[in-house]
């Protein structure tokens, strides 16, 4: 199963929106409506931001959302904040009734 | 305080085996899929396999596939990883994480470290 593709790096300035994009195929992203999204500051474990494509954990800001076009699913951070400066990683169950993840976007807030 | 807890990681010679646990405290447990997943030193995270409630269905990435092994005990809160034939490529932070959703995992532990090196 090959990692999903996602744009090495992304940036922004405070309070602008930045989007990344997680592209699969019609066997992983395309075929279900389970993405997940997480967010990794350095030596951290990952956080939970967006799960079954759309929806948020209780806690998570309203600033994240996340959509699916196809076989690529979207992130977006809204109102860019210091604190969103990480690495962001999505994640889809796949017809082998398995799991990959993306390779992994570092968010750079200017 | 709700947590994961991993342990059993360490320096381990290529070849060799190492069994991972993970302890919940304080979470729901026995109702959710459990996964194991795991980040080389300054790479990607990389899904390694996933146990469900009961333990009945176990899923493995290819990389692992034949050589670890997922259990659980659920009257001890506690998630497994038997890890054989260990090569250098398994090198990495190990995280045990809970399924909210559909691969969605709301808890994660603070990871457990092997190292596989001669």
């Known amino acids: 199963q090959s990692a999903l593709t996602q744009p090495a790096s992304v940036s922004g300035s405070p309070g602008q929106s930045i989007t990344i994009s997680c592209t699969g195929t019609?066997?992983?992203?395309?075929?279900?409506?389970?993405v997940s999204w997480y967010q990794q500051h350095p030596g951290k474990a990952p956080k939970l931001i967006i799960y079954?494509?759309?929806n948020r954990p209780s806690g998570v800001s309203n600033r994240f959302s996340g959509s699916k076009s196809g076989n690529t699913a979207s992130l977006t951070i809204s109102g860019l904040q210091a604190e969103d400066e990480a690495d962001y990683y999505c994640?889809?169950?796949?017809?082998?009734?398995?799991?990959?993840f993306g390779t992994g976007t570092k968010a750079t807030v200017l | 305080q709700a947590q994961l807890v991993e342990s059993g990681g360490g320096v381990v010679q290529p070849g060799k085996s190492l069994r991972l646990s993970c302890a919940a405290s304080?979470?729901?447990?026995?109702?959710?899929?459990m996964h194991w997943v795991r980040q080389a030193p300054g790479k990607g995270l990389e899904w390694v396999s996933v146990?469900?409630?009961?333990?009945?269905?176990?899923i493995y990435a290819d990389s692992v596939k034949g050589r670890f092994t997922i259990s659980r005990d659920n009257s001890k809160n506690t998630l497994y990883l038997q890890m054989n034939s260990l090569r250098p490529e398994d090198t990495a932070l190990y995280f045990c994480?809970?399924?909210?959703?559909?691969?969605?995992?709301?808890?994660w532990g603070q990871g457990t470290l092997v190292t596989v090196s001669s």
């Open positions: 994480a809970r399924d909210y959703s559909g691969g969605g995992c709301d808890y």
């Open positions: 304080e979470i729901s447990f026995s109702n959710y899929a």
């Open positions: 146990i469900s409630y009961d333990g009945n269905i176990k």
């Open positions: 019609n066997s992983d992203v395309g075929g279900y409506d389970y």
């Open positions: 079954d494509v759309s």
């Open positions: 994640t889809s169950y796949t017809s082998s009734f398995s799991y990959v």
